[in-house]
C-alpha cells in the first residue's frame, strides 16, 4: 500500500522532507497507529540497509553529482551521500525507539488535520490524507 508522508520541524518555513510517497508492506486498511509506525521504520531500516555499503563504491575524491545544486536547495544540506558508519540498522530496535519516541512526546503525527495521539487509535487509510510527522524540539533553559 502507498502512503504519502511529510515531515517539518517547528519554527522552519519550509519542511524537512518534502511530500514523498512510501510503500508499506500491507494491505489493511485500517491500522493502529503503533503498527503504522512499525510499518514505515521498517520500510525505511530497508531503504537504508539496501545502500551499498562495499568499499569499491565509496566516492574517495568527493566529487559531486551533476544534480547537486538542485539536491542542496531541495534540502538546505551539503553532503555527498557517503555513509561513514558502516552497520546495518537493527529493524526490531529501530522500531521500538520510534515509538518510545513517539510516547515521549518527540514527534507528532496528523493524518490530514486529525492528531494522532494515542497507539492504538486506528487510522483509515483509504481517505488517502497525508500523515505530516512533526519534529518536536523542547527548549533550553533553567527552572528559575
Do not use: C
Request: glycine share 6%; no cysteine.
Amino acid at each position: 500500500m502507498e502512503i504519502s508522508i511529510t515531515v517539518k520541524q517547528l519554527g522552519r518555513k519550509h519542511p524537512l522532507l518534502n511530500e514523498e510517497k512510501l510503500s508499506i508492506s500491507s494491505e489493511e486498511v485500517h491500522l493502529p497507529v503503533e503498527n503504522l509506525i512499525r510499518l514505515i521504520v521498517l520500510q525505511q531500516v530497508d531503504s537504508f540497509n539496501a545502500k551499498s555499503f562495499e568499499q569499491e563504491d565509496l566516492d574517495s575524491i568527493k566529487t559531486p553529482r551533476e544534480d547537486y545544486l538542485n539536491i542542496l536547495t531541495d534540502t538546505g544540506k551539503a553532503g555527498f551521500g557517503s555513509i561513514y558508519n558502516e552497520r546495518r540498522a537493527d529493524p526490531e530496535k529501530a522500531q521500538e525507539n520510534a515509538i518510545q519516541a513517539f510516547e515521549d512526546g518527540l514527534y507528532a503525527i496528523f493524518y490530514g488535520d486529525e492528531e494522532l495521539k494515542d497507539l492504538k487509535q486506528e487510522i483509515d487509510l483509504s481517505q488517502g490524507r497525508t500523515f505530516v510527522f512533526i519534529r518536536l524540539t523542547f527548549l533550553a533553559g533553567s527552572y528559575w
